[in-house]
């Protein structure tokens, strides 16, 4: 079993890679719209919060997720030598 450490250093899968990719670019755009520096509307200041929130859990959710497959090999070829 793996911890998440060795979870987030295993290799990704393509789907996750990109998936990862659209969280972080969402999460930016979060924060830009928090930190505007002119006044917001409030619905717009709370959607901006939303935008963070979310963009971070797929970023982290898309990190940890393993492509078994390539895992599963590395420890074949470390264990044939």
């Known amino acids: 079993m793996m911890n998440v450490i060795e979870r987030a250093q295993a290799p990704t899968p393509k789907f996750f890679k990109l998936l990862r990719s659209v969280g972080i670019i969402v999460a930016a755009i979060g924060g830009a719209i928090l930190t505007a520096p002119i006044a ?27 492509d078994d497959q390539k895992v599963d090999k590395g420890i074949e070829e470390i264990n044939n030598e």
């Open 40 to 66: 917001l509307p409030a619905t717009l200041i709370s959607v901006g919060g939303y935008l963070t929130v979310v963009g971070g859990v797929i970023s982290a959710i898309s990190q940890i997720t393993v």
